[in-house]
């Protein structure tokens, strides 16, 4: 029945209807139109899946949407102009460009940490850049995927725009069929089912992924600032962010008086709503369950009650974790973290590189030395220097993993770039034809020199 669908998505786009620039401003504006129009049931939705409370979901899922799509609708006469590039002076008559295409049916998959953020994101970019597209959001937020289908529904015909809800099978019986690009977000794991999938029909494919993002305290950080922001960016959701940072490694010079701060500004940020009952929800059973077995893995410095019912794991933070703890072994993906001490920024550096490419790396240092030492010798998808989850918010950045966490990236006009084939195009002159390059020894010659 998806063979329909997606028959039904290629036609349309073939039709040429989805190039018009103005009919892709016209879905981006249905798009903020819709998301103002269910913004609330959106909302409760969330707060019923996830326990997620509205001011943070306004920020973190609605702000950030319309902020992409403002940027699109600004940005698109630009972003379709034909990119004109250089042509060599031995192609004399020819001139070349680089125009965009959309690719046809974009299938996009995401995860249920940012539910919302994480489906309609990518469908910005797939609609600027003139895409039809089905999307497949995650099966452990259910309420917020009904709305998200409903809304799709009754915004967009399903010729451009469609929800298809289910499990892990529904969205295995999608990457089956033809599309034209695979957007996936989620684990690493599934990232492979995901690319061998995509294998069979040589589809292009972009993997937003995972992985245990360090964050990095120098001796010459401003203590206080970099435990708020740590804070903050680890515990946010209950810590299940894909770009929160998984670990801390603090110059053992100002090991003691940066945890005393971090106890602190956890404890100022976040113990108001472990009170009110108001902090994030763990997803569900399984990953409560995972989460409260790391709790044995080190010393607890602040934190550590749980409420397995209500799911809600209070922010946790561990020291004395032996780096081979399992812990250390997955990605954490809640609100636990485990501090460790370095005594030279060779072995951070070690540290670091001893684990999988990580989606984010944030430094905290006043010495621009340090700062360069950091993200220039470490391998990572973005980041940060004293600061935590910002860069994603910047829709001049573009976003993404390396390796194992993930293949290509979006956000602003990446969005545009990754749902857009790249057509190279030369054109040459028949007003003359110069004989040169049917003598094929000499045009060799001349392409070496080049
Ligand atoms: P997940 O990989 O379990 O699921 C993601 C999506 O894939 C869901 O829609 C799910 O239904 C589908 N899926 C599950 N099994 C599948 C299979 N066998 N074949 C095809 N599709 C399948 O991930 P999750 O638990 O929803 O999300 C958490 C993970 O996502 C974390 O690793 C996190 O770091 C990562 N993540 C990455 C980003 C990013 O932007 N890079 C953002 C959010 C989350």
């Given at each position: 029945m998806y063979e329909t669908l997606l028959a039904v998505q290629k036609e349309h786009v073939f039709t040429g209807a989805t190039k018009a620039v103005a009919y892709r401003k016209q879905q981006l504006q249905k798009l903020k139109t819709m998301l103002q129009t269910y913004e609330k049931e959106l909302l409760s939705a969330l707060r019923a899946d996830l326990n997620k409370q509205e001011p943070e979901a306004r920020m973190v899922e609605m702000a950030f949407l319309h902020q992409e799509i403002d940027l699109a609708l600004e940005s698109i006469d630009e972003w379709v102009k034909p990119m004109k590039v250089k042509t060599p002076?031995?192609?004399?008559?020819s001139k070349s460009w680089v125009a965009t295409e959309p690719y046809g049916s974009v299938l996009i998959i995401s995860p249920w940490n940012y539910p919302i953020q994480l489906t309609f994101a990518p469908l910005i970019g797939a609609l600027a850049a003139g895409n039809a597209a089905v999307l497949k959001p995650s099966e452990l937020t259910p309420r917020t995927s009904s709305i998200m289908a409903a809304a799709v529904r009754a915004t967009f015909p399903k010729e451009l725009v469609t929800v298809v809800e289910g499990d892990a099978k529904t969205a295995e019986t999608l990457l089956n069929l033809p599309f034209d690009s695979i957007f996936f977000t989620g684990s690493a794991a599934v990232g492979k089912i995901v690319l061998e999938k995509a294998a069979k029909h040589m589809t292009p494919c972009t993997l937003e992924l995972g992985g245990k993002s360090p964050v990095i305290v120098d001796g010459e950080a401003k203590l206080k600032l970099a435990a708020k922001r740590i804070a903050w960016g680890k515990f946010l959701n209950a810590g299940q962010t894909?770009?929160?940072?998984?670990y801390a490694l603090v110059d053992e010079d100002v090991y003691e008086p940066f945890l005393e701060q971090l106890k602190t500004q956890t404890y100022t940020l976040f113990s108001d709503k472990t009170k009110e009952g108001t902090y994030t929800q763990i997803v569900n059973d399984k990953h409560f369950e995972r989460l409260r077995r790391y709790?044995?893995?080190?010393?607890?410095?602040?934190g550590g009650q749980i409420s397995p019912q209500a799911r809600l794991m209070s922010p946790t933070i561990l020291t004395n974790?032996?780096?081979?703890?399992p812990i250390m072994q997955?990605?954490?993906?809640?609100?636990i973290l485990p501090v460790f001490r370095y005594k030279t920024p060779a072995e951070a550096i070690q540290k670091v590189r001893?684990?999988?490419?990580?989606?984010a790396l944030y430094v905290f240092s006043e010495n621009e030395r340090v700062q360069r030492l950091f993200t220039e010798q470490l391998s990572f998808g973005g980041g940060c220097i004293n600061d935590t989850l910002m860069h994603a918010a910047n829709p001049y950045l573009p976003f993404g993993g390396k390796g194992a966490s993930g293949i290509g990236a979006y956000h602003g006009y990446e969005s545009f770039r990754t749902f857009s084939h790249q057509k190279s195009l030369l054109k040459q002159s028949t007003t003359f034809d110069v004989?040169?390059?049917?003598k094929q020894g000499k045009i060799a010659n001349t392409f070496i020199r080049n």
């Open positions: 002076t031995s192609h004399a008559g894909c770009i929160a940072p998984d709790l044995d893995n080190g010393h607890i410095a602040l974790v032996p780096w081979d703890a997955e990605e954490i993906f809640g609100p001893s684990l999988p490419n990580p989606l004989p040169f390059r049917y």
